[in-house]
T-cell receptor, first 114, second 113 residues
Framework: AQSVTQPDIHITVSEGASLELRCNYS??????LFWYVQSPGQGLQLLLK??????LVQGIKGFEAEFKRSQSSFNLRKPSVHWSDAAEYFC????????????FGKGTTLSVSS | ETGVTQSPTHLIKTRGQQVTLRCSSQ?????VSWYQQALGQGPQFIFQ???????GRGNFPPRFSGLQFPNYSSELNVNALELDDSALYLC????????????FGQGTRLTVV
């Protein structure tokens, strides 16, 4: 069965420092992978997506992610974190070939310290 | 362009009651999916509607049901509410085609007492 694991429940990063959020997936075929961000009490905003091709994907707000098939991973990175990046981050894998039905991980809460 | 809108934003129901949540999809989108997000958890896929028919379902009992209308808006109905149904319910719509993405609404916060 498809699943997504986000090993880190909570991460604290200093403002201006780099960030890496981990995501591991289990999926039988080539996965469609996504990273979403959720601010408190809000819906989900798509940061970036991977369907195929270049394994390094650029997203909004300066985020990028790298797909590594050998490690079943899709880690999210940002070179310099801003205080406004504090939020909940979710990695997801698509159940279908359209990316409309998603299996989410449990999320990683990012706190940014000054 | 209007995004995905959900109503109501909050509601409180009593155990055993029935509830209907509504979702207006983004213009041009023909697929709607629903998710349940319990506090401190990731969203869980409930089901998806395409062309007014359910075409994918997660691990939820039949008391969770839905509808999609010709204008692609959607409803989520939950019968015989249980305390564990308390959650944020998220609706997402998607445009036609493959390799697309889901655009989420702000959610409806349901509290069952």
């Amino acid at each position: 069965a498809q699943s997504v694991t986000q090993p880190d429940i909570h991460i604290t990063v200093s403002e201006g420092a780099s960030l890496e959020l981990r995501c591991n997936y289990s999926y039988g075929a080539t996965p469609y992978l996504f990273w979403y961000v959720q601010s408190p009490g809000q819906g989900l905003q798509l940061l970036l997506k991977y369907f195929s091709g270049d394994t390094l994907v650029q997203g909004i707000k300066g985020f990028e992610a790298e797909f590594k098939r050998s490690q079943s991973s899709f880690n999210l990175r940002k070179p310099s974190v801003h205080w406004s990046d504090a939020a909940e981050y979710f990695c997801a894998v698509g159940l279908n070939q359209a990316g409309t039905a998603l299996i989410f991980g449990k999320g990683t809460t990012l706190s940014v310290s000054s | 362009e209007t995004g995905v809108t959900q109503s109501p934003t909050h509601l409180i129901k009593t155990r055993g009651q029935q509830v209907t949540l509504r979702c207006s999809s983004q213009s041009g989108h023909n697929t709607v999916s629903w998710y349940q997000q319990a506090l401190g958890q990731g969203p869980q896929f409930i089901f998806q509607y395409y062309r007014e028919e359910e075409n994918g379902r997660g691990n939820f009992p039949p008391r969770f049901s839905g509808l999609q209308f010709p204008n692609y808006s959607s409803e989520l109905n939950v019968n015989a509410l249980e305390l564990d149904d308390s959650a944020l319910y998220l609706c997402a719509s998607s445009p036609p085609g493959v390799r697309t993405e889901a655009f989420f609404g702000q959610g409806t916060r349901l509290t069952v007492v």
